[in-house]
């Protein structure tokens, strides 16, 4: 009887030491939702800034080719698609990282939601049954007036609970620097590559808009009806560059949330900011897949 | 003293900036009464200035491609460190259930030597 109290003891002390992990459970799963869908909704940008690149080699392209012989046409379009072609594979390698970055989280998500209380429970209960069979006292044993087999249940719970914080935070000790690391190269994957699409943008928009806008309005003729409203819709869609603010915010979210997380200081407000911009980047990812 | 890194963001600034300009419709204008030469030559300017943005941002992506690739060791024991963890969970559930049923053996040994 003396030897189940004191195991029972050691099984508290393990639930205490777990509950004092202050990177919940709770937490890591939804850290991990939050990757999961960073994950998700990269290769939609990749694809986005392809068609970007692309967009803007072929309308420099064009507007020099009068200028240029048949030869050098020719070796320009095979230089311009010869780097296109790096671009894709470059991107395509960033892809399938993506994909093990994925995976981390989703392994991640079910350790945190693994939920195994009730078989745990269900078996515990039948040992002690069984126990009680070869060991009558223990059948009728009580701790603080409780019967033991009343017990299982909440302490099960919390256990299991413990287990996957103690396994939590053996993985975070082992590993929060490593991913941490990652998500600083994925924010300057993410600023490298935000920084080209607003360039090429913002070149597709000088080229098809504003030179047209500049040339009507330096002719001699009366300005179209629509020339204002063309101007400004031509001067604010650079500002308003959608994909580079979206993306950068939530990356720089998620990365400053997964160190506060590792620390054990990340608060249900710091989940819920995280959570809404990794929201806005999956509507964007989701708007850019739409319109490829 | 900028580093490679810096200097190469820089210089990509600098080029896009110089595309920009060079596209735009005041450079256009002003190219537009210069002698075929001067303009073919700015086309060719244009086309080499493109080039080497797309260089450089091929050089920049494959750069934080190669450290992200370095990475990916440690993602990977991660994942199998993480999954070990979850099997342990889960297998507490049928060792407890196993025990039961060898202790339920032994109870109905126990109970025939009585």
């Known amino acids: 009887m003396t030897r189940t109290l004191g195991i029972l003891g050691q099984v508290l002390l393990l639930v205490l030491a777990g509950c004092g992990t202050t990177a919940t459970v709770g937490q890591a799963g939804r850290v991990a939702d939050a990757g999961i869908a960073y994950a998700d909704s990269m290769p939609a940008l990749f694809d986005e800034s392809f068609r970007l690149a692309a967009t803007a080699d072929s309308l420099t392209l064009a507007e020099n080719r009068g200028l240029l012989t048949a030869e050098e046409r020719g070796t320009d379009l095979a230089i311009h698609d010869e780097l296109l072609t790096e671009r894709l594979k470059l991107l395509r390698d960033l892809k399938a990282h993506a994909l093990v970055l994925r995976s981390y989280f989703v392994a991640l998500k079910a350790l945190a939601e693994t939920d195994v209380s009730g078989e745990v429970a269900q078996a515990t209960r039948s040992l002690a049954e069984r126990l009680g069979k070869l060991h009558a006292p223990i059948a009728t044993a009580t701790i603080g007036g409780q019967p033991v087999g009343d017990l299982i249940d909440p302490v099960v719970n919390v256990a299991v609970a413990a287990y996957q914080n103690i396994a939590l935070r053996r993985e975070l000790d082992a590993r929060a620097g490593a991913i941490e690391r990652e998500l600083a190269l994925q924010k300057a994957a993410i600023q490298a590559i935000g920084e080209q699409m607003l360039a090429d943008w913002d070149l597709q928009i000088q080229i098809q808009e504003r030179n047209p806008l500049f040339m009507t309005f330096i002719e001699d003729r009366p300005l179209p009806d629509n020339w204002t409203e063309r101007r400004i819709a031509a001067l604010i869609r650079v500002a308003r560059f959608e994909p580079l603010n979206t993306a950068e915010k939530a990356i720089e979210n998620l990365h400053q949330s997964w160190i506060a997380f590792a620390e054990g200081r990340l608060g249900d407000g710091g989940l819920a900011l995280l959570l809404r911009d990794i929201e806005d980047l999956v509507q964007l990812a989701v708007k850019l897949k739409g319109n490829a | ?114």
């Open chain 2, 1 to 114: 003293m900028p580093t490679a890194g810096e200097l190469r963001n820089e210089t990509l600034r600098e080029l896009r900036a110089a595309r920009k300009d060079m596209a735009s419709a005041r450079f256009l204008l002003a190219l537009r009464d210069q002698p075929r030469e001067v303009q073919r030559d700015a086309a060719l300017k244009q086309l080499r200035t493109q080039q080497m943005i797309l260089s450089l941002e091929n050089a920049v992506l494959a750069e934080i491609r190669d450290q992200l690739a370095a990475q990916e060791q440690e993602l990977t024991k991660g994942i199998a460190a993480l999954a070990k963890a979850r099997k342990n969970l889960t297998s507490v559930a049928r060792v407890l259930d196993a025990l039961g049923q060898v202790l339920s053996i032994v109870a109905k040994i126990a109970k025939a030597l009585a």
